[in-house]
């Protein structure tokens, strides 16, 4: 399976969180979420951010243990298997594609003031534009989305920095009109304007050291946004009357008139055109990650898994872009954004569930390089919330969605109930609970699991990575005498490499002298030549209580390693590996911990990641 190439850094990452969420909901819904609740609206705002907070958690844990294309759609599909993963896939790819489809609509209105063209007709060249970008490369399509972002922020801070000299308190008041109830009626209402957020995990694949860049990149840009909605909203609702906002679907660009005229006017239209444009932008990018997720996993036909040699999934571009360009001929947007909300919705609670099943299945190679603070808490408030949301979306939506939901089941009984992935977290955590017999448990999502954070870690010997996961396992209780250690090694290989004992003993004896001053912060690494052998092979030793030598020096791990004689270069490099692994400080450490063979292996592998650390001794 080809992978993605990881050409996202953290200022590309921000760039596409924040593009992803400024547009209408900051340029259109105002207006209409200030006739629901009056000047209480801000509050709306604010709550609406804040109950993203649970969510951003988890979906930082869950994309720095797994990242990989498709980002929530892969969790949910890991966590709670191919229905529900069905159903999360296709729920992600529409939402964000409509989203998107409402964007362009945004800017094709604005360039209809100017150009006499047919709206729909500019939305797809739009669409088309966009679908290009993207073709070419992620890289090329997350520069257009920083400056974009860049261009954005900034007149939104010109916009309040002019503006705040002019706000009329008296427009604040009665600040509750419609009481509590019409605050979070309204902050349910808002809600989309912050749905972009944990979206740009699904591009996390394509991202450089995604363990610090994605939770770094995901808290910033809630931030972010949080401030300039903030900002904006203060702004307008003290400026423009009541009247007046409550009716406006340009409110924003109303309020500009009456602070700097027709200049100000043209700036926040230019800021409103930039935040349709990225939101456009980002919408595809991350949208057309979920297909390629999809398909990877037999969701959707093999086609869609396609890349170019941009590496970019550009069957699942395309797709994309013709999804959008029919839903913008003959689907009723505005209903639909409200559905697209209502999955989200789904899709949030299922993330914040999904880390509970990863955590309680303690499947040892679910190893995030970030753990969401306060749980399981945070990820209970986070499903409430969702909840609570849910309840203010009203019956009709609620209705449309279970409906969407009856397609995703359709799809999952026709055509790939029998080719998606088999085993979920679900699955690790009901074993766990309700069987005593260990060789029940699957092992397949673990090993997918251990070959995402090793992929994640920047392990690529491969051959190294092979000869440590193919090691016999020797795991000693009691102390043993180096020459106790090859007695057992020996008999150990003689099993594997169908030789007699005999021919390793001789060897071990002949460079005893050599092998014991090769002893590295508590980890032997003996190693001889064979003429015997066509491949190298490794036993992998752990020794509870230590290999004592004769000079009184202890080691807890050795790495026995058994070469061909003719392959002396190739020995060499897979000893500076071992070398380099042995320099993590905590490697025996981890070594030791481990609960059995498996776990053993994995912090081996993982180890490689850590080396190099300063170490006190």
């Not at 993605?4 to 593009?19: E, P, Y």
């Given at each position: 399976?080809k992978?993605?190439?990881?050409?996202?850094?953290?200022?590309?990452?921000?760039?596409?969180?924040?593009?992803?969420?400024?547009?209408s909901?900051?340029?259109?819904?105002?207006?209409?979420?200030?006739?629901?609740?009056?000047?209480?609206?801000?509050?709306?705002?604010?709550?609406?951010?804040?109950?993203?907070?649970?969510?951003?958690?988890?979906?930082?844990?869950?994309?720095?243990?797994?990242?990989?294309?498709?980002?929530?759609?892969?969790?949910?599909?890991?966590?709670?298997?191919?229905?529900?993963?069905?159903?999360?896939?296709?729920?992600?790819?529409?939402?964000?594609?409509?989203?998107?489809?409402?964007?362009?609509?945004?800017?094709?209105?604005?360039?209809?003031?100017?150009?006499?063209?047919?709206?729909?007709?500019?939305?797809?060249?739009?669409c088309?534009?966009?679908?290009?970008?993207?073709?070419?490369?992620?890289k090329?399509?997350?520069?257009?989305?920083?400056?974009?972002?860049?261009?954005?922020?900034?007149?939104l801070?010109?916009?309040?920095?002019?503006?705040?000299?002019?706000?009329?308190?008296?427009?604040?008041?009665?600040?509750?009109?419609?009481?509590?109830?019409?605050?979070?009626?309204?902050?349910?209402?808002?809600?989309?304007?912050?749905?972009?957020?944990?979206?740009?995990?699904?591009?996390?694949?394509?991202?450089?050291?995604?363990?610090?860049?994605?939770?770094?990149?995901?808290?910033?840009?809630?931030?972010?946004?949080?401030?300039?909605?903030?900002?904006?909203?203060?702004?307008?609702?003290?400026?423009?009357?009541?009247?007046?906002?409550?009716?406006?679907?340009?409110?924003?660009?109303?309020?500009?008139?009456?602070?700097?005229?027709?200049?100000?006017?043209?700036?926040?239209?230019?800021?409103?055109?930039?935040?349709?444009?990225?939101?456009?932008?980002?919408?595809?990018?991350?949208?057309?990650?979920?297909?390629?997720?999809?398909?990877?996993?037999?969701?959707?036909?093999?086609?869609?898994?396609?890349?170019?040699?941009?590496?970019?999934?550009?069957?699942?571009?395309?797709?994309?872009?013709?999804?959008?360009?029919?839903?913008?001929?003959?689907?009723?947007?505005?209903?639909?954004?409200?559905?697209?909300?209502?999955?989200?919705?789904?899709?949030?609670?299922?993330?914040?569930?999904?880390?509970?099943?990863?955590?309680?299945?303690?499947?040892?190679?679910?190893k995030?390089?970030?753990y969401?603070?306060?749980?399981?808490?945070?990820?209970?408030?986070?499903?409430?919330?969702?909840?609570?949301?849910?309840?203010?979306?009203?019956?009709?939506?609620?209705?449309?969605?279970?409906?969407?939901?009856?397609?995703?089941?359709?799809?999952?009984?026709?055509?790939?109930?029998?080719?998606?992935?088999?085993?979920?977290?679900?699955?690790?955590?009901?074993?766990?609970?309700?069987?005593?017999?260990?060789?029940?448990?699957?092992?397949?999502?673990?090993e997918?699991?251990?070959?995402?954070?090793?992929?994640?870690?920047g392990?690529?010997?491969?051959?190294?990575?092979?000869?440590?996961?193919?090691?016999?396992?020797?795991?000693?209780k009691?102390?043993?005498?180096?020459?106790?250690?090859?007695?057992?090694?020996?008999?150990s290989?003689?099993?594997?490499?169908?030789?007699?004992?005999?021919?390793?003993?001789?060897?071990?004896?002949?460079?005893?002298?050599?092998?014991?001053?090769?002893?590295?912060?508590?980890?032997?690494?003996?190693?001889?030549?064979?003429t015997?052998?066509?491949?190298?092979?490794?036993?992998?030793?752990?020794?509870?209580?230590?290999?004592?030598?004769?000079?009184?020096?202890?080691?807890?791990v050795?790495?026995?390693?058994?070469?061909?004689?003719?392959?002396?270069?190739?020995?060499?490099?897979?000893?500076?590996?071992?070398?380099?692994?042995?320099?993590?400080?905590?490697?025996?450490?981890?070594?030791?911990?481990?609960?059995?063979?498996?776990?053993?292996?994995?912090?081996?592998?993982?180890?490689?990641?850590?080396?190099?650390?300063?170490?006190?001794?």
């Open positions: 399976m992978g993605l190439k990881k050409t996202l850094g953290f200022w590309d990452v921000l760039a596409v969180a924040v593009g992803a969420m400024i547009s909901g900051l340029f259109v819904l105002p207006g209409l979420a200030y006739a629901q609740t009056g000047p209480s609206v801000i509050l709306s705002y604010l709550l609406a951010g804040f109950a993203c907070i649970p969510t951003l958690f988890s979906m930082a844990e869950l994309a720095t243990a797994m990242p990989k294309a498709g980002g929530d759609y892969f969790y949910i599909m890991r966590g709670f298997g191919p229905l529900l993963g069905t159903l999360s896939g296709f729920s992600s790819w529409f939402s964000l594609s409509l989203k998107s489809a409402f964007a362009l609509v945004g800017m094709a209105a604005y360039i209809a003031r100017i150009v006499p063209l047919d709206l729909n007709l500019i939305a797809i060249c739009l088309l534009f966009f679908v290009i970008l993207n073709l070419l490369g992620v090329e399509a997350t520069k257009l989305q920083l400056f974009l972002v860049l261009g954005l922020a900034g007149i801070l010109l916009y309040f920095s002019f503006g705040i000299g002019s706000i009329n308190l008296s427009f604040f008041y009665p600040f509750l009109s419609n009481g509590a109830i019409g605050i979070f009626k309204t902050t349910a209402f808002v809600f989309i304007s912050y749905a972009g957020l944990t979206h740009m995990v699904s591009l996390s694949e394509e991202v450089r050291d995604p363990g610090k860049n994605i939770p770094r990149a995901l808290f910033m840009s809630l931030v972010i946004v949080i401030i300039l909605y903030s900002m904006v909203i203060i702004t307008t609702v003290g400026i423009l009357p009541g009247s007046i906002l409550e009716n406006s679907l340009t409110p924003v660009s109303d309020t500009a008139r009456i602070i700097g005229g027709r200049v100000m006017e043209a700036l926040v239209t230019t800021a409103a055109f930039l935040a349709f444009i990225s939101t456009a932008n980002a919408g595809i990018m991350a949208a057309s990650r979920y297909p390629l997720g999809m398909s990877r996993d037999g969701i959707l036909p093999e086609f869609l898994a396609k890349i170019n040699r941009f590496k970019v999934p550009y069957m699942s571009v395309l797709t994309t872009g013709m999804f959008i360009a029919f839903s913008l001929f003959f689907l009723p947007l505005q209903l639909l954004i409200k559905v697209a909300s209502c999955m989200l919705i789904v899709l949030y609670i299922f993330a914040n569930l999904g880390v509970v099943f990863f955590r309680e299945s303690r499947i040892k190679s679910y995030p390089r970030f969401s603070p306060f749980y399981p808490y945070m990820q209970v408030i986070g499903v409430l919330i969702g909840i609570f949301l849910l309840i203010e979306m009203g019956s009709l939506i609620v209705f449309l969605t279970l409906s969407f939901m009856s397609f995703s089941w359709l799809w999952y009984k026709l055509f790939s109930r029998r080719r998606g992935v088999g085993n979920t977290a679900l699955l690790y955590m009901l074993e766990r609970i309700i069987s005593r017999d260990k060789e029940l448990a699957s092992e397949k999502l673990h997918e699991l251990a070959h995402i954070v090793i992929e994640r870690e392990l690529i010997d491969t051959t190294t990575l092979e000869i440590i996961k193919q090691a016999d396992v020797l795991d000693i009691d102390a043993i005498t180096i020459d106790d250690l090859f007695d057992r090694v020996a008999i290989l003689s099993e594997t490499l169908k030789l007699k004992a005999e021919v390793f003993l001789k060897e071990f004896k002949k460079r005893r002298d050599v092998l014991l001053d090769i002893v590295e912060r508590g980890v032997a690494i003996p190693h001889i030549f064979l015997e052998i066509e491949r190298t092979h490794m036993v992998l030793v752990r020794a509870k209580n230590g290999i004592v030598y004769p000079d009184g020096k202890k080691a807890w050795a790495f026995v390693l058994v070469g061909p004689a003719g392959e002396r270069q190739r020995h060499l490099k897979i000893l500076a590996v071992i070398a380099d692994i042995v320099q993590d400080c905590d490697f025996v450490k981890k070594c030791l911990i481990a609960e059995d063979e498996e776990e053993l292996i994995f912090n081996v592998l993982l180890a490689q990641k850590y080396s190099g650390r300063s170490c006190q001794y």
